[in-house]
């Protein structure tokens, strides 16, 4: 998978345009603006094309067009708190994971990032995402986890901003 962005100067907003090999051997390219789903295209692979190949072949005019990666550490780190009553049971882990894999989709399909797993315990069960925007990345989750069994968190906060 590569992931681009641009900084669209005439909307000011930022742009994603990403593509990867799909199981079925399809190139899928994915492009938007940031924290929305965007749209969807399929392209077929060339006959023995390897897939970063493919990949590159179908990114080649975003990057004429000045899309770039981001460097991972350039995105901010997001954290999904949640206060816990105890050090963590095996329900808290349970939830943890199926969060984890919800922030995978929920920041793949709109450009943001990705989710890197979490931690439990001294009270507390977080979740850790790298994003390309925090402010985008907050109000999408706080949207995403609304009205869900996990609408019940402490605080969205970058980890950078913490003493």
Do not use: P
């Amino acid at each position: 998978m590569k992931k681009l962005y641009k900084n669209d100067e005439r909307s000011g907003k930022l742009l994603y345009h990403e593509a990867w090999v799909s199981s079925d051997g399809d190139v899928v390219e994915h492009l938007g603006e940031v924290g929305t789903k965007g749209r969807t295209r399929y392209h077929d692979k060339l006959r023995g094309e390897q897939d970063d190949v493919a990949i590159d072949r179908i990114l080649a005019r975003a990057i004429e067009r000045g899309y770039h990666e981001i460097a991972e550490e350039d995105h901010a780190t997001l954290i999904i708190e949640y206060e816990l009553a105890t050090w963590g049971d095996s329900e808290d882990l349970t939830k943890r994971h199926v969060l984890e894999n919800r922030m995978k989709e929920t920041l793949g399909w709109t450009g943001l990032g990705d989710c890197d797993g979490g931690s439990i315990g001294s009270g507390t069960m977080e979740v850790c995402c790298y994003v390309v925007d925090f402010d985008i990345a907050r109000r999408v989750i706080g949207h995403d986890l609304k009205d869900t069994q996990f609408a019940d968190f402490s605080r969205i906060y970058d980890e950078a901003s913490e003493d």
